[in-house]
């Protein structure tokens, strides 16, 4: 075999690879002769198949998988040889000609081919010491506790059918549909909907104006969406809803005791606290991991620059992409109610991407020095969880894809590979611990907000400035209900 490297140029390489037609022939004859004993062909005795009777049946068939034994061992054994680590899959380059291809498969020509790759750059770790992070710590009180105990108690309140008017506590069930310029609109519709008058579930003005209305009333709800609301087609405008009330219910008596927890499915309230302080205390510390997390980052990329692979960049691209173009499709946007063009859009993005690229072969570089890995234990825990996102009648189907590919179980494999090293640099950094209030805590740092301000898919973009790992999806809009805040998030949890 002859390997010639017809290319050097930066991360670029193409190698060329010949392997004689005699080297061929060879391997080709060792397949038909362990094949003389095993086929079974009429009119000849086992074993006793000649060889060249074999080779007009089978040439062709085994000379194929001669080729591709060649193409799958040559490619991981010559890149690996040569001190390399492709970036990704070697594009592999072979005559388009049948006539040479039929006599290559005949064993009448040397087969020739190139590999075609980038290489990932050597990157030296650098040293740890100078890198300096402020982890902001929020302390929960146990006001903050008890008012979050206090929402877990209402929603177990028990309510009863009343006569006469809705007031505010009262609890209405409800059919609407929503309409902008006498068009229903997508999501703005609801059958038995329950909604407690006064809880502010519904965007502000909705239940104030069903303050009054009995079972059996039809009003029309009048309501201007807010402007920085989820679903951008829908921020700022004003709707219509028309809104029949089934039935009107007024509230039992508020406890907080043992038996409430129990209706919840706890066994005592102390237990309720505990499951409560647990909810929110992991929130505002996934709050406070996601800033030093990023202050991390952004010091790393700071760190460290180098030519990234440009097959990996437009790889991570085509992803970012097409979320953008997709959050901006299912908002019923476009590029110029965001402020910005598709030229300068790209141009953001495609800078996103790079750095994307480069921290996650930094962090893999770091990792892999470190000896950081993720168990099998790890992974499968990690799936676990992440079909427990999915919709009960859907995760046995969801855990049979994950395990059925290969691809998938790596996507998952990547974050959770990235949360380790990032634990791994925070044993070996300075951290400085600041107490600060919840409002704090809670504020966007103005220093990490991306170019993507006040463009598309900007929260997307700013979440993938915290993570070298794939961007998650953007919040799915839930009209006419307004976006949960963190605590009401924790209150659904504990229910």
Not at 85 to 103: F, H, L, N, R
Request: hydrophobic share 35%; net charge negative; aromatic share 6%.
């Amino acid at each position: 075999m002859q390997v010639t490297e017809t290319l050097n140029s930066g991360l670029k390489r193409e190698i060329k690879i010949t392997v004689p037609a005699g080297d061929m022939e060879a391997k080709l004859m060792a397949r038909l002769s362990d094949a003389r004993n095993k086929v079974r062909i009429n009119g000849f005795r086992p074993g006793k198949v000649p060889v060249q009777h074999l080779r007009k049946v089978y040439g062709k068939s085994f000379m194929a998988e001669v080729v591709n034994e060649i193409l799958n061992d040559s490619t991981r054994s010559i890149i690996t040889g040569r001190g390399e680590k492709a970036a990704m899959q070697p594009e592999v380059i072979m005559t388009e000609d049948e006539k040479e291809a039929e006599k290559i498969l005949a064993g009448g020509a040397d087969f020739e081919f190139r590999l075609n790759y980038e290489i990932i750059p050597a990157i030296e770790i650098k040293d740890f010491s100078d890198i300096k992070v402020t982890r902001q710590v929020f302390d929960v009180p146990d006001s903050e506790i008890d008012e979050q105990v206090q929402r877990v108690a209402e929603s177990a309140r028990s309510y009863e059918p009343k006569t006469g008017e809705a007031a505010i506590g009262d609890r209405v069930t409800i059919d609407y549909v929503g309409k902008i310029d006498g068009e229903a609109f997508n999501g703005g519709a609801g059958t038995d909907q329950p909604l407690v008058l006064g809880s502010k579930e519904f965007i502000p003005g909705f239940e104030d104006q069903l303050v009054g209305t009995k079972a059996g009333d039809e009003k029309q709800v009048t309501v201007t969406f807010p402007e920085n609301y989820q679903a951008a087609n829908l921020a700022g405008k004003e709707a219509t809803f028309d809104v029949t009330v089934k039935e009107v219910s007024k509230p039992g008596e508020l406890e907080i005791n043992d038996e409430t927890a129990k209706n919840l499915g706890l066994e005592s309230l102390e237990r309720l606290r505990d499951v409560v302080r647990g909810q929110i205390e992991n929130q505002f510390g996934a709050m406070t991991r996601q800033k030093v997390k990023r202050q991390l980052l952004d010091q790393l990329d700071a760190a460290y620059s180098f030519e990234a692979p440009s097959k990996l960049i437009d790889a991570e691209f085509n992803n970012i992409w097409a979320q953008v173009n997709r959050d901006l499709e299912a908002a019923g946007r476009t590029f110029v109610d965001e402020e910005t063009t598709e030229e300068e859009a790209r141009a953001e993005y495609l800078r996103l991407a790079e750095r994307r690229v480069r921290l996650g072969l930094v962090l893999a570089e770091i990792g892999e020095k470190a000896g950081v890995t993720v168990s099998d234990e790890e992974l499968q825990r990690g799936l676990f969880e992440q079909v427990r996102r999915f919709p009960a009648n859907q995760q046995q189907e969801a855990f049979e894809f994950y395990r059925g590919n290969p691809e998938a179980l790596n996507a998952l494999r990547a974050p959770m590979f990235e949360e380790k090293v990032v634990d791994h640099l925070l044993g070996q950094i300075s951290v400085t611990d600041v107490k600060v209030s919840k409002e704090e805590l809670m504020a966007d740092d103005e220093e990490a907000e991306t170019p993507a301000k006040s463009k598309p898919a900007k929260k997307t973009a700013k979440k993938d400035e915290a993570s070298a790992s794939d961007a998650a999806p953007a919040d799915e809009a839930q009209e006419p209900k307004k976006k949960a805040a963190p605590k009401k998030k924790a209150t659904k949890e504990a229910e």
